[in-house]
């Protein structure tokens, strides 16, 4: 008869479990040594963007007021269009002047253009095609940071590789780092619980 079988059955449940309560904590702390980077950056850009609208213009520009929401009186998207490209030119002739996204947003009367390879955005007045502000989205930036898209951005990744990669990889490791955590919580107060049940049925 080997040790094993000679154990009380409360024994041997009670190392299989001690036994898992180190296995988790060796994941929970390889796990949370190897992120540890990565989740201070989620954490950190997290934090950041969600104070980015209370952020007076440092992290994303106030959107300003149009003198009127009636699209009918507005200027047509192309000449807007040109308006934007011109007033970054006029602002910087070193910026790119690729457009990636366009804004629309008539409750405010005003257009927002985002360019493609910089974070610098416009806003004109959909009526009079007046530039009301010229100045840096840096949320846009942390957005980037923040899901790992910013590498496809830098290697001009049309297919998102990096992105996909490192939210699944973050994601699927938050989860084992939660479960590990639980058991590592849960764990020894089931184990005092049964040995508490233990002592006083020998009572």
């Known amino acids: 008869m080997n040790e094993t079988q000679a154990l009380p059955q409360t024994e041997i449940s009670r190392r299989k479990q001690a036994k898992i309560i180190r296995f988790s904590r060796k994941i929970h702390r390889t796990t949370g040594l190897i992120l540890l980077v990565f989740i201070l950056n989620m954490a950190i850009t997290g934090i950041l963007l969600g104070w980015k609208k209370n952020s007076y213009d440092y992290i994303l520009p106030n959107n300003r007021q149009g003198i009127t929401s009636n699209l009918k009186n507005w200027k047509s998207l192309d000449s807007l269009k040109k308006a934007a490209i011109q007033s970054l030119s006029d602002f910087s002739s070193e910026l790119e002047t690729d457009i990636s996204r366009i804004d629309i947003m008539p409750d405010q009367g005003i257009v927002k253009f985002i360019f493609k390879y910089h974070y610098w955005g416009v806003q004109l007045d959909g009526a009079t095609a007046e530039v009301l502000h010229i100045g840096k989205r840096r949320s846009d930036f942390l957005e980037e940071l923040h899901d790992g898209s910013f590498l496809d951005h830098f290697f001009d990744s049309s297919f998102s590789f990096f992105k996909l990669f ?22 020894p107060q089931k184990m005092r619980k049964k040995k508490n049940i233990t002592l006083k049925r020998k009572l």
């Open 166 to 187: 490192y939210t699944s990889i973050m994601g699927f490791s938050l989860i084992l780092f939660g479960i590990s955590g639980f058991w590592i919580w849960y764990g």
